[in-house]
């Protein structure tokens, strides 16, 4: 952190807060029984089926998204089911870690870092694990790639499987129309583009899926979602209410949705587009397939002999711009540009224009100071 507070976040989360989130969070704290507490919690409700687009409620979780997965596993499960884990990252693999953990009968279908999941595939593993419900990742952070949800649906339901989706870096920013997909569980966390501090998770459920939570086994405490859906109808929380960040989040959620959730959408899909030309212009290479280039955050290659570490380094100590590294099995190999919540296109400018003076200064020098800046400019002004 620079020493005027003002560096800026191109890390998936946390993201940027706009400062009328900033001053929600810094309002007098009240009571989590009281009539403003549920005043929020009913407002926040009914925003977030609009972002999920549901007619469920979406229940509010004081936890990380790891929580909200973690929540869905062991509440819709009892041990020795079968569930198809699709893994085409680190947080594919965290569904296979948490359902192994609830003695869970795993199936993985591994698919090669950067790439996404053919929805061909998933088929035929449905079919030869015979699980009865899949879990995947709608946006995997850690390799900037977007799975083709809608079509692993499509065959999710095919097979009867009842499906669990984390789609934490990707609510907001890309299409996940719940309902209308047939999505069964869906989950997502308030530090992506919901542009509030982390410390909430949410959890939308289907029909289908709170029937499986009815007849499952698996043990649960404070991650009880039908404890949850019952304080839900008197506008309250089973345990203490996240309040502030709940108050937090509907100002949040007024904001990002004064365009509707297709503007929140576009605006993601253009920051994307614009970061993925700047990148190509400044000779680097996408580590993911380009034909599932995720619009929240965009992995890439460093050119020869540069760290992308040391690069990233550089970049937060002299112009306190934090972009990501890679994680796990990336770890050291690739570098991540966010463009998640409320970044405004003169920060994704500035960001770009501070990460050509830093590659130059590692030694990529095979471009023109100012062409990643330009093939950007040329999306975010058009
Ligand atoms: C796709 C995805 N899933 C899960 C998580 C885990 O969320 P949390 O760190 O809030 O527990 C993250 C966070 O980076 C994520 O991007």
Redesign the pocket.
């Known amino acids: 952190m620079n020493r005027y507070e003002s560096d800026l976040l191109l890390i ?2 946390p993201t940027p807060m706009p400062p009328a989130v900033m001053r929600a969070l810094s309002e007098p704290a009240h009571g989590h029984r009281t009539p403003q507490f549920s005043k929020n919690l009913e407002s926040v409700t009914g925003r977030l089926k609009e972002v999920f687009r549901t007619e469920s409620d979406v229940i509010v979780l004081a936890s ?4 909200g ?1 973690e929540a869905a596993i062991a509440n819709a499960h009892s041990p020795g089911d079968k569930i198809l884990v699709v893994e085409i990252g680190a ?1 594919g693999r ?1 569904w296979a870690e948490i359902a192994e953990g609830y003695g869970l009968e795993v199936a993985r279908l591994e698919v090669e870092w950067g790439k996404a999941a053919d929805p061909a595939a998933v088929d035929e593993a449905l079919a030869s694990s015979g699980a009865g419900s899949i879990a995947f ?1 709608h ?3 850690s390799t900037g790639v977007t799975n083709p949800t809608q079509a692993i649906l499509e065959v999710a339901n095919k097979h009867g499987a009842l499906s669990i989706i ?1 789609a ?2 990707g609510l907001m920013a890309s299409e996940l129309p719940m309902d209308e997909w047939g999505a069964d569980i869906v989950v997502g ?1 308030s ?2 583009a919901f542009a509030i501090p ?1 410390g909430l ?1 949410f959890v939308a459920l289907s029909d289908r899926a709170w029937k499986a939570v009815e007849s499952a086994t698996s043990p649960t405490y404070y991650f009880d979602l039908m404890a949850m859906r019952k304080s839900l109808e008197k506008w309250t929380t089973a345990y203490t209410g996240a309040t502030t960040l709940v108050r937090a989040l509907d100002v949040a959620l007024e904001l990002l949705l004064a365009d509707g959730l297709e503007g929140s959408i576009e605006t993601h899909r253009r920051r994307g587009e614009a970061v993925r030309a700047g990148i190509d212009a400044m000779g680097l290479k996408l580590f993911s397939d380009p034909a599932h280039a995720s619009d929240s955050v965009t992995a890439v290659l460093p050119p020869d002999g540069v760290d992308p570490d040391a690069m990233r380094k550089d970049l937060a100590q002299r112009f306190s711009i934090h972009m990501a590294g890679g994680q796990k099995d990336l770890k050291g190999k690739i570098f991540r540009i966010a463009h998640l919540g409320v970044i405004e296109p003169y920060q994704l400018l500035g960001g770009l224009a501070c990460l050509e003076i830093v590659l130059r200064a590692q030694g990529h020098t095979a471009f023109e100071p100012g062409a990643g800046v330009a093939a950007a400019s040329q999306i975010l002004g058009g």
Do not use: L, Y
């Open positions: 998936p989360g990380s998204g790891t929580g997965m947080f965290r990742t946006n995997e952070t984390d934490i870096s966390g530090q992506k982390p998770a």
